[in-house]
């Protein structure tokens, strides 16, 4: 049984009221063997007397002292624990029936047991919404259950995320000699159902070199260089190689004694390369092998020595990796028990992310898993990054898609990310769940009547997050939802966490680059380390915070105290008030009206980010000159799926147009469009030239990345919303750069623009008549963006009916 039993029963649940107990004699729980947990011990218990006794025979485990600790103060009646047999289950799955006091459980294996335990307490309306000790949530009563009795089993049998850069600190930290932020962190993904069968394993190719090297060094041509060789690049042309291969993956299935066993078979470090010698045309009966082809081949044929049909057991290797090949799905069937991990957001150009998912959907025989990144702390840098409102999209997505694992990098760092990892976690166990209603109850229950303010918040940082601006909004924010709450309440004290984490992103966006400003950056982590804020053992090991290099000591760190935050959140409060508000205008394409074409002296040197799109105004055919002064590639495509994929060189090139003394390689393309769909014109380098031929199109763009070289820079048009009374825009460079660097309104006035007081923002004022108009953006180069309105400009004007 699913899920839904789980929403069904919810809906059934009989509120009849159970007060909790005092700690006293006549509130027992009744457990023997949950005292000495580091050494598992065996045991049972069994008892009448108390309000809440637990029945279990079993090995010592955290999942059970938590129910014996959180159920300590209630009446929660009789709770039977029984060990039964895996059978034709998967390791997730568990029984649960509960009536009238009465509730058993049964399960197989320990992610059983904790799934099947923080199911039952997440019904009794125990949460735990964060790793921080603030974080918890009990209720006052308990609700009375009531559950015929079930198997259930998650929307997805294998859920886990890490924090890139891990928590192994490199040497213990005397703000944290025993790493309790690491366990706390365990503990949290725990209680929240994060766990799986089958554990991602990638990168196999250097242990077989490294348990092997004295027969791969008596058969040098198993490969063909010293760095295939220690990757694990075999060449499986050579049955010896493949055999030898095979022979190591057995050895370590049978020295495996998990209850599931993910057998990875990938090389080290994706596959591909002058060090990946592919089999000879012909070998196997293939007339032309590529990269993705061989690997999945190897797949196949170690797959071969085991039970296709056992579900406890499977080949698991990665799907990634640029180039046109290596991501693409394998040009035969794979067995079932071969578990294909795809990589379609990052680090593949085979195809469009939802294109890879459906293609590696329609190839394989069994279920695979999906490995993406959220917010991970290379790229984001411990700052706000993801937008919450894409998680049950992409979940629903995968999962119509024989995707059952997710694996995720991320952060492990609950300043930006605890309130996504939980809706994350609750919708991967049950993606039917209500987003909504999901993310409404951790606003109410973590701050009460705060959660408005907080929740306009979280919302900018989904969907509009504004970089160093976002200090003064959030502190503002902060403020508004402290004021509403009782001072040392839990609720404030959860809004203060928050404060502590916002003069985080305060420092980093102050961050002069100097080794001092970095410094000081660290000692403050340390300070909110034990807040659970942000993963301070990524900071200290990598150099993601300029100028890198040894991390400071963490010697005579204290803790900060909430009445050190709200002192801090005070002066801070000073120092970056909120300086503009954001339009709460949005933008309607289906409102954009085509008045002229894109300049001809305007798309002259596109860059290697050069990224348009348009919704179509009607269909047919749209019709576009691109070529190159090098040599650019381009895709057109929709969401699903490519339409165009091509490079333009002086080869295959239909005419040559020529401009100011340069010239461009040029092609004509013509491709079928549908009325409302929204379509994507990418472009990578070679100072890239386009030409819209048919008319009625406006391409849009969104500023801020390196979409066309400095040299010659295009002048952009944006549309500002009525009632707008200033433009507030971040400018890298000072105004008057290069004689650019302006704002020119709908009246042809070049506006003067005024500083914020926050790094590279400055406003400009919206002066009468001028609101509800197209302006011009005259800026040298492409680090620029709009604010406080939507950040969307084109090459050619338009005009806009709101």
């Known amino acids: 049984m699913d899920v839904n039993f789980q929403r069904r029963a919810v809906n059934r649940l009989q509120i009849k009221v159970k007060m909790p107990c005092e700690r006293s004699s006549r509130c027992v729980v009744l457990l023997l063997l949950c005292l000495g947990l580091l050494q598992p011990e065996r045991g049972s218990a069994q008892g009448g007397a108390g309000k809440t006794i637990i029945r279990y025979t079993g090995e010592a485990c955290e999942a059970v002292k938590d129910l014996v600790d959180v159920l300590t103060p209630y009446d929660a009646g009789i709770i039977n624990i029984t060990k039964v047999p895996l059978e034709n289950r998967t390791g997730q799955e568990f029984y649960l029936a509960a009536n009238k006091g009465s509730t058993t459980i049964r399960y197989t294996t320990r992610s059983s047991l904790e799934n099947a335990a923080y199911t039952y307490l997440d019904l009794l309306g125990f949460h735990w919404y964060g790793p921080g000790d603030n974080w918890f949530i009990a209720p006052k009563v308990l609700r009375s259950l009531s559950l015929a009795g079930d198997w259930i089993k998650p929307s997805f049998r294998n859920r886990s995320f890490f924090g890139t850069g891990g928590l192994d600190f490199a040497k213990m930290q005397p703000y944290d000699p025993q790493n309790i932020y690491k366990k706390k962190w365990y503990d949290w993904k725990r209680r929240n159902r994060f766990n799986v069968d089958f554990i991602d394993n990638g ?34 042309e050579k049955p010896a190689a493949v055999s030898a291969f095979k022979k190591w993956v057995k050895k370590r299935y049978n020295n495996n004694a998990s209850d599931f066993i993910a057998l990875g078979v990938e090389p080290e470090d994706g596959r591909g390369g002058i060090d990946d010698p592919l089999p000879p045309n012909g070998f196997n009966g293939m007339a032309k092998w590529n990269s993705s082809d061989k690997w999945w081949w190897l797949a196949n044929e170690v797959a071969k020595d085991y039970p296709e049909e056992d579900k406890n057991i499977v080949v698991a290797m990665y799907a990634y990796g640029n180039g046109p090949y290596n991501a693409l799905i394998p040009s035969f069937p794979l067995r079932k028990n071969v578990y294909p991990i795809i990589i379609p957001y990052s680090f593949q150009t085979a195809y469009l992310p939802r294109e890879m998912i459906k293609k590696w959907s329609s190839r394989i025989n069994g279920r695979m898993g999906i490995y993406d990144y959220w917010n991970i702390t290379q790229w984001s840098q411990g700052v706000p990054q993801l937008d919450i409102y894409s998680i049950p999209e992409k979940l629903g997505f995968w999962k119509k898609n024989k995707v059952d694992g997710v694996y995720l990098e991320t952060t492990d760092a609950a300043g930006p990310m605890g309130h996504a990892l939980w809706l994350a976690g609750q919708l991967q166990w ?113 150099g993601y915070i300029a100028p890198g290099g040894v991390a400071p000591e963490g010697k005579d760190i204290s803790p900060l105290s909430y009445k050190d935050i709200e002192m801090q959140f005070r002066q801070d409060l000073y120092k970056s008030p909120i300086r503009y508000s954001i339009a709460a205008f949005k933008f309607d394409y289906n409102k954009v009206k085509y008045t002229e074409p894109i ?172 609101d509800g108009k197209v302006w011009t953006a005259d800026f040298g180069h492409a680090a620029w963006g709009l604010k406080n309105i939507p950040n969307i400009s084109s090459l050619q004007r338009f005009e806009y009916r709101e």
């Not at 490294?210 to 075999?234: C, T, V, Y």
């Not at 990578?684 to 400095?710: M, Q």
């Not at 000072?734 to 506006?751: C, Q």
């Open 203 to 236: 990168h196999a190719g250097s242990g077989f070199y490294m348990d092997n090297q004295h027969l791969i060094e008596e058969n040098p041509d198993w490969f063909n260089s010293e760095s295939g060789k220690r990757a694990g690049r075999l060449k499986i």
């Open 430 to 542: 049950d993606v039917g769940n209500d987003f909504e209603k999901l993310y409404q109850q951790y606003l109410n229950d973590c701050f009460g009547t705060a959660a408005p303010a907080m929740r306009r918040m979280y919302d900018r940082w989904s969907k509009n997050y504004q970089d160093a601006g976002e200090v003064g909004l959030s502190l503002n924010d902060l403020k508004m939802a402290s004021d509403v709450v009782a001072v040392n309440s839990d609720e404030w004290k959860r809004i203060a966490d928050l404060k502590a984490y916002v003069h985080f992103m305060k420092m980093y966006y102050e961050h002069d680059g100097s080794q001092q400003s970095r410094d000081r950056i660290f000692y403050y982590l340390y300070s909110i380390h034990h807040l659970m804020l942000v993963q301070t053992v990524a900071f200290q090991g990598q």
């Open 599 to 770: 300049p001809a002296i305007s798309w002259r040197f596109g860059a290697y980010q050069c990224n348009t799109y348009f919704t179509a105004p009607f269909s047919g055919s749209f019709i576009f000159d691109l070529g190159g002064e090098e040599k650019p590639s381009f895709r057109f495509y929709t969401e699903d799926e490519i339409l165009l994929y091509d490079s333009v060189t002086k080869l295959n090139s239909a005419y040559i147009d020529d401009l100011g003394g340069r010239k461009w390689w040029m092609k004509t393309y013509k491709v079928s469009i549908m009325k409302d769909k929204v379509y994507h014109l990418q472009i990578n380098g070679g100072s890239s030239r386009v030409k819209i031929k048919t008319s009625g199109i406006v391409l849009f763009k969104n500023p801020g990345i390196a979409d066309f070289d400095n040299y010659q820079y295009p002048v952009q048009y944006f549309y500002v919303p009525k009632n707008t009374r200033e433009i507030v825009f971040f400018d890298a460079y000072p105004e008057g750069t290069n004689g650019r660097g302006y704002l020119i309104d709908a009246s042809g006035h070049r506006l003067k623009r005024e500083y914020l007081g926050i790094k590279n923002i400055y406003r400009v004022p919206v002066l009468s008549g001028n």
